[in-house]
């Protein structure tokens, strides 16, 4: 107590008040001491009364309390560094599959995927689609234009998840006689594809082609999407120099893509029992082949083996409508050597009564197939016993037939719309 007054003095002098010190002095040692007062009467008085009733020594009750707070604190200070742990973890994990993804560029592997199904569309027209590094080069005296697809960068997310599974589609306008694909690239925004494609074109036919260049997000069980795409018009280039640059992907343009419809089919193979198994489930999306707006739509399933017609089964014919459902089953004796020779055709057609039958899309599958076909049949190869469906952009007939006639120059049975 004997402190109290020079604490009260200064008190006094900070407030600055006029009145005299004995009085302030008075005050604050009353307040003071009724303060204390209460503090031990009321507070400590209760505790003692509590912790009397406790048939423990003093001692190994504060023992016991200071026990638990320690725990607590032991507790809070495990949660934060958990949460700290599994924080850093997840940003490694991250940086892990970027290194992953960038490893696994270039390997033939990359190209039999098999993405979630959460492969799901989501995004508006106007984000930004991403770039894409290319080469172009041309031969005058080979009459060959080489592109190069190099990588890509910053694409557009198509997908959940915030990733897409990119590859590029391309080939040249006005005759779209050849199309090219690279891998598929699943779960990354930056693809590093490193391939080379080869269009045997004259230098006058150079000079009026428009070269395309789509960026395309691989879905198993939905329509692929065009993440963005590149026109390059071949007259403005300068040739002279092999040509390597980056240029920012566009929104798609529809004009010159003629929507023929979508098919979906699933493919089964067993070795054992040399058969192979078609199932044509759906179409969707057809074109419109008569005059009321609609189709009667109707598949065939054909085998082609060593440039021959082989074999032949078609569906039923769906009236009127573009979004037939088929469910209908077709099996083939195929045995392990001719799986690896045979090429599957499936064409969409639409039944007229009157005038000859039309086809709307046609595309084909077999070990010499490129891109979503050849997918779908090295994912059959590659799971015997297993069906595998997929769904499949139709495209024209002619194109395919092009394609086919390619290959089997001299004994193609089959050129022309009666395929
Ligand atoms: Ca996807
Ligand atoms: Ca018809």
């Known amino acids: 107590m004997s402190t109290k007054p020079p604490l009260a003095h200064s008190q006094a002098d900070i407030k600055s008040t006029v009145a005299s010190i004995p009085v302030t002095n008075s005050t604050v040692t009353a307040t003071t001491n009724s303060t204390v007062h209460a503090g031990t009467t009321a507070g400590p008085g209760f505790i003692d009364s509590l912790l009397n009733k406790i048939p423990l020594p003093r001692w190994a009750i504060y023992a016991i309390l200071a026990l638990i707070l320690l725990v607590v604190l032991i507790c809070v200070l495990c949660i934060c560094v958990k949460c700290c742990c599994r924080r850093k973890k997840k940003r490694k994990k991250r940086l892990d599959q970027q290194v992953n993804l960038k490893g696994l560029n270039g390997s033939t592997t990359a190209a039999l995927v098999q993405p979630d199904v959460n492969d799901v569309e989501y995004g508006s027209a106007n984000d930004p689609r991403g770039r894409l590094l290319y080469s172009l080069e041309y031969s005058a005296p080979k009459s060959e234009l080489t592109v190069g697809v190099k990588q890509a960068a910053a694409l557009k997310a198509m997908d959940l998840g915030g990733t897409s599974d ?21 779960k990354t925004l930056q693809p590093v594809f490193n391939e080379h494609f080869k269009f045997q074109i004259s230098q006058s036919e150079l000079s009026e082609s428009t070269l395309v260049m789509q960026v395309y997000d691989f879905n198993r069980f939905s329509k692929h999407d065009v993440i963005g795409e590149l026109r390059l018009t071949l007259s403005s280039v300068d040739w002279n120099h092999v040509i390597e640059e980056w240029r920012d992907l566009t929104e798609a343009s529809k004009f010159e893509q003629e929507n023929l419809g979508d098919i979906c089919f699933s493919l ?74 045979v090429q599957l055709v499936i064409s969409v057609w639409d039944h007229d009564k009157v005038s000859r039958n039309d086809a709307i899309g ?18 059959m190869l590659s799971n015997p016993r297993r069906p595998m469906a997929q769904w499949h952009t139709l495209l024209p007939a002619e194109q395919v037939d092009g394609t086919l006639a390619l290959k089997h120059t001299i004994n193609i049975p089959f050129t022309g719309k009666t395929f």
């Not at 008569?290 to 039923?316: A, E, F, N």
Request: contains cysteine; positive net charge; proline residues 5%.
């Open 166 to 186: 990119p590859y590029v589609k391309m080939y040249l306008l006005p005759n779209k006689s050849k199309t090219y694909e690279t891998k598929v690239f699943r």
């Open 268 to 341: 089964r193979y067993v070795p054992t029992a040399n058969k192979l198994t078609v199932v044509i489930l759906e179409g969707k999306n057809l074109k419109q082949m008569d005059p009321g707006g609609s189709s009667d739509p109707y598949v065939k399933v054909q085998l082609v083996l060593d440039r021959k017609k082989w074999k032949k089964k078609k569906t039923s014919v769906k009236k009127r409508t573009l979004n037939p459902y088929f469910n209908e089953s077709f099996t083939f004796e195929v045995s392990f050597d001719q799986i690896q020779r």
């Open 362 to 379: 046609k595309i084909f599958l077999g070990c010499d197939a490129t891109g979503n076909q050849l997918r779908h049949w090295a994912d």
